[in-house]
C-alpha cells in the first residue's frame, strides 16, 4: 500500500466530519436573526479614519535598513556557533561579507540615508 | 545527505571579484562625493571595467584551457563562450559609463550612483556567462537585473522612466519566478541544478526524468525569452526601452541580450546539447513570431528610441534562429552576431544621445529631417551604424545575418533561413526612412543641441570603426567567436 494512503484517510476524515458538523450546526440550531446580529463584527474602538494612510517615505527607508542589518545577524549565528569546524576559510569569507555589508553602512551613511531630516 | 566538498579555485572567480568589489569602489567613491563628480565616477567605474579587460587579455594570466577550465565544483567554468560574452559586456558597459555622463548633465540628473550600477550590472552578467549550475547562473541574472532595473528608472522624477522601471521590474520578477520554478522541476528531474549532472541524467532516458525534464525547459525558456524580448515575451520592451534614459537603453539592448543569450546557449547546449528534440522546435518557433512581430511593429514607429526597441526585438529573433541551429556553427554564429550588434546598436544610440534634447522630446523621424546639413558627421554614424543592423555589406551585421543564415541552412532550417532573409529585407524599409529623411528632407526646425562631449564622440567613433572592421575583416572576431563556441569535452 502507498504509505500516503493514511494521510490521504485522515484528510478525508477532517474534511467529512467538518462537514457533519455544519450540517448538524445548520440542521438543528437554533435561530434569532436581528438587525444588530447581522451587523459585521469589529473588536476595538470603532475605527477613525481610512487605513491605507500615507506615510513618510523615511519610515521605509529605515525599515529597509533594518531589515538589511537584521539578516546579517540571521547569517553570523550558524557562523558563530561552527566556528572551529569552519577554520580560516570561515573567517576569511565572513570577513568578506562583512566587508560588502560595512562598504553599504559607509554608503548610506555619506549619502544621508541616516540623517531624519 | 551527501555533500561533496567544493572546491575552492580562486583565480575563476577574480573577474566577479574585481567587478563587485571594484564595484563597491566606486560607489562609496560616489557617496563620499556626494555625487557632485560625476566624471570622477565615471572614469572610477571605467577603470574597474578595462581592469576586468585587461585580467581576460593578459598574457601573464593563467588561461584556464578547456580541460581544467571547470572550477568550485563545475559551478563556474571559464570557457571560451563565458569570456566571450564577459567582453562583450564589459566593452558595451564601457560605452554606456562614456555616454551616461552628458546625458544625465543635460537631464538634471545629479546622483552618480548610475556608474557603480552598471558595473555591478556586469558582474552578474559575468557570472552568467560563466555559470554552469542553475543556481549560480540565477544569482547571475538577479545581480544583473536588480541593478538593470534601478537603472531604468534612474529619472525618478519623469514618468516614462518610472513606468519604465515598474513596467521591467513586475514583469521581471514575474520571468525570475518562472524561471526558478524551470530550475525545481531541473532539480526534480535530475536530482542535481549542475548542468553536467543534468545533461548526465537526461543521458539515462529514463521516460519520466524526460518529461520533468521538458516541463522544467519549457519554464527555463519562457524566463528566458523574457529576458531577450522574443516574441510573445516581449510586451514590455518598448516602453522600457523608450522610457529608460538613452545609455541605459543602449545598456540593456546589448549587454543584457548578449547575457541572456549567453545563459541560453549555456542551459540548452551544456544540460541539453544530446537531446536537441526536446528544443530545437520551441526555439525555432519562437525565432519565427520574433522576426516577424519585431520588424512588422518597427515598420509604423515615428520614434527612434522605440523604433529601435523593436528592432532589438527583430534582432533578438536572428539571434534566436541561430541558437536553433544548435551545431557549432550556430553557436558561433551567434556571438558574432552579437558583437556585430553592439557595435551598430551602441553607435545608434550614441547619436540618439548626441541629438537628443532635454526629455528626448525631439527623437521623432520628422525632428531628424536634414540632419545631414547640421551634422554631417553625426548623420554618417547614424547612417552607418543602422545600415549594419540592417545588415548591407560592407558592414558588421551583414556578417553576422550572412552567419546566422548559414547555420540555420546547415542545420536544414530553411523556414527560418528563408525568413531570415525576407524580414532583413523589411527592416530596410525602417532603417532607410530614417537615413532617407536624414539626407534628402530640408531641416524642420532649428538644432540648439550642445556639440557632443568626448565621451559621446568616443563611442560614436568606436561604433562605426568597428562597424566597418567587423565587416570588411570579420575573421578577427570571427575566429574568437569559432573558439569560443568549441563545446566543452
Known amino acids: ?117 | 545527505m551527501h555533500f561533496p566538498p567544493v572546491q575552492f579555485d580562486w583565480i575563476a572567480a577574480v573577474p566577479m571579484t574585481l567587478l563587485s568589489v571594484g564595484g563597491l569602489g566606486v560607489l562609496l567613491l560616489d557617496a563620499k562625493g556626494k555625487g557632485r563628480n560625476p566624471l570622477v565616477s565615471a572614469g572610477a567605474a571605467a577603470a574597474v571595467l578595462v581592469a576586468t579587460l585587461l585580467w581576460f587579455v593578459h598574457p601573464l594570466v593563467p588561461h584556464a584551457t578547456a580541460a581544467d577550465a571547470r572550477s568550485f565544483t563545475s559551478m563556474l567554468t571559464v570557457d571560451g563562450l563565458g569570456v566571450f560574452v564577459t567582453v562583450v559586456c564589459i566593452l558595451t558597459g564601457l560605452g554606456t559609463l562614456a555616454l551616461a555622463p552628458s546625458y544625465m548633465a543635460r537631464e538634471g540628473v545629479k546622483a552618480g550612483e548610475i556608474y557603480p550600477l552598471v558595473v555591478f550590472a556586469v558582474a552578474g552578467m559575468s557570472v552568467l556567462a560563466m555559470g554552469t549550475d542553475l543556481m549560480v547562473l540565477f544569482l547571475g541574472l538577479e545581480i544583473m537585473s536588480l541593478a538593470v532595473y534601478v537603472l531604468a528608472g534612474y529619472q525618478r522624477t519623469v514618468d516614462g522612466s518610472v513606468e519604465a522601471a515598474l513596467k521591467y521590474f513586475l514583469l521581471g520578477a514575474f520571468a525570475s519566478a518562472i524561471f526558478l520554478y524551470g530550475i525545481t522541476f531541473m532539480y526534480g528531474a535530475a536530482g542535481s541544478v549542475r548542468l553536467d549532472l543534468v545533461a548526465r541524467a537526461l543521458a539515462s532516458d529514463n521516460p519520466n526524468t524526460v518529461r520533468l525534464a521538458q516541463i522544467g525547459l519549457a519554464l527555463l525558456l519562457a524566463g528566458l525569452g523574457f529576458k531577450i524580448a522574443a516574441v510573445p515575451f516581449h510586451l514590455w520592451t518598448p516602453d522600457v526601452y523608450q522610457g529608460a534614459p538613452t545609455p541605459v537603453t543602449a545598456f540593456m539592448s546589448s549587454a543584457v541580450k548578449a547575457a541572456a543569450f549567453a545563459l541560453a546557449l549555456r542551459i540548452l547546449r551544456v544540460g541539453f546539447g544530446a537531446h536537441p528534440m526536446l528544443w530545437t522546435e520551441a526555439v525555432k518557433w519562437l525565432a519565427i513570431a520574433t522576426m516577424v512581430v519585431g520588424n512588422l511593429a518597427a515598420l509604423v514607429q515615428r520614434d527612434l528610441k522605440r523604433m529601435l526597441a523593436y528592432s532589438s526585438i527583430a534582432h533578438s529573433g536572428y539571434l534566436l534562429a541561430g541558437v536553433a541551429a544548435g551545431h557549432p556553427a550556430g553557436t558561433s554564429a551567434v556571438l558574432f552576431y552579437l558583437a556585430a550588434y553592439l557595435a551598430g546598436n551602441l553607435g545608434a544610440f550614441a547619436v540618439l544621445v548626441a541629438i537628443g534634447e532635454k526629455g528626448d522630446r525631439n527623437l521623432n523621424l520628422d525632428d531628424i529631417a536634414g540632419l545631414y546639413k547640421t551634422h554631417p558627421g553625426l548623420a554618417f554614424a547614424l547612417s552607418a551604424c543602422l545600415l549594419s543592423l540592417a545588415g548591407i555589406p560592407p558592414t558588421a551585421g551583414f556578417f553576422g545575418k550572412f552567419l546566422v543564415f548559414n547555420a540555420a541552412v546547415k542545420a536544414h532550417m530553411i523556414g527560418p533561413a528563408v525568413l531570415i532573409a525576407l524580414t532583413s529585407a523589411l527592416s530596410l524599409g525602417y532603417y532607410l526612412t530614417v537615413i532617407v529623411k536624414m539626407y534628402m528632407a530640408e531641416p524642420a526646425r532649428e538644432y540648439i543641441t550642445e556639440p557632443p562631449t568626448v565621451g559621446v564622440r568616443l563611442v560614436v567613433v568606436a561604433s562605426v570603426a568597428s562597424v566597418f572592421v567587423l565587416g570588411i575583416l570579420p575573421s578577427l572576431v570571427q575566429g574568437l567567436a569559432e573558439q569560443a563556441a568549441i563545446p566543452l569535452p
Request: glycine share 10%; with cysteine.
Open chain 1, 1 to 117: 500500500m502507498n504509505p500516503y494512503v493514511p494521510v490521504l484517510i485522515s484528510f478525508a476524515a477532517a474534511v467529512l466530519l467538518i462537514g457533519v458538523f455544519l450540517f448538524f450546526c445548520h440542521a438543528f440550531g437554533p435561530k434569532a436573526p436581528s438587525p444588530i446580529k447581522s451587523d459585521p463584527f469589529e473588536c476595538g474602538n470603532p475605527p477613525s479614519g481610512p487605513a491605507h494612510d500615507r506615510f513618510a517615505v523615511r519610515f521605509y527607508i529605515v525599515a529597509m535598513l533594518f531589515l538589511l542589518f537584521d539578516i546579517e545577524v540571521v547569517f553570523l549565528y550558524p557562523w558563530a556557533i561552527l566556528f572551529r569546524e569552519l577554520g580560516g576559510l570561515g573567517i576569511m569569507e565572513m570577513g568578506f561579507f562583512l566587508t560588502l555589508l560595512v562598504g553599504g553602512l559607509a554608503y548610506v551613511w555619506w549619502r544621508g540615508a541616516l540623517e531624519w531630516e
